[in-house]
């Protein structure tokens, strides 16, 4: 605990914190406060490391602090120190086998975008990504060998990351790899995984390949090999800290994280974007941006009359922010699309209109 460089000591506990936090709001578990105290009598535990991935980091404890403690900064960097213990402590680095389907490769696009931990570190130091095909050298037949060297080498133990939708319409051959359909290859991969995760919408719920008419019968993971140890990280893309964080915690506390009913992480999906967003104040005061560009848009009033889905919208990108630079869609004045629901293109279209309430 020497290494921490915030005066959380300050801290007398007075709770202002604990409320304004929206997570605590909604799971009485999560105190600041109470983890601030524990913090200072050094009795952080197993229980209350679980806790900390449950921080949403939108800041709102900041500004009410008295003492200018910052209880977001060092929630973060003891969870970022749970993770990293998590991964250094590990015997042997969990084994990826990545599959991509019906993808515009998005999600791997936002894991090589992420800076914390990065991509060199991700693929050198935390994971043995056995096969990838957009990261890996292979191709062709050499891949193939790969593929099936790895499944057999690693039978029992590798995680399955599924990325895209899957065709089951006419058999499947609408999306085909080394001329076998994507569901007859995932029905073989899941079958020896120790654990699968879907990454992204598509594989989650289908996603836009699955958005009507639908021609081609795609659907998500859980439709072809059902919900049994599978793990769901929507988004389009999604977070890769919320790909990343969920290993951690399998490899932290040798168990999954507490699931909602779409099997999503709770500590990245339990809560609405509309809770943590900045542009929250402005809604409670009903300062709206009207249109794209007018006064009220300018300023960073609530983009809720511009089609913001934020308030049926669980994630939490308002707080992890994308890629180490502090920016999500709405903090850069477009309005949430609601990418983590199930079947968001066709539930949260017409995306440019206020959720009916």
Known sequence: MDSISFDFELCFKCASCSGVCPVKKRMDEFDPRKIMHILHLNLIDTSTKELLWYCAQCGKCVPVCPMNVKPKEIIKFLRDSVIEEAFSKSNLKPTLIWLQFMDCTGCTEALLRNDNPSIKKILLDIVNLEYHETLMAASGKQAEEV??????????????????????????????????????????????????IAIGTCACFGGIPAAVPNPTGAVGVKDVIGKNKLINIPGCPPNPYNFLATIAYLLAFNKFPLLDEFKRPKFAYGGLVHDYCERLDYYEEEKFAETFGDRGHRKGYCLFKLGCKGTITHANCAGIKFCGVQSWPVGAGHPCIGCTEPHFWDKMSPFYEPVKT
Not at 159 to 178: D, H, L, Q
């Open 147 to 196: 593929f099936y060297q790895a499944i057999e080498k690693y039978k029992g133990k590798y995680i399955c990351v599924i990325e895209g939708a899957i065709p089951v319409k006419n058999k499947g051959i609408y999306c085909k790899i080394g001329g076998k359909p994507a569901v007859e290859i995932l029905k073989k991969v899941a079958r020896h995984a120790k654990l699968i």
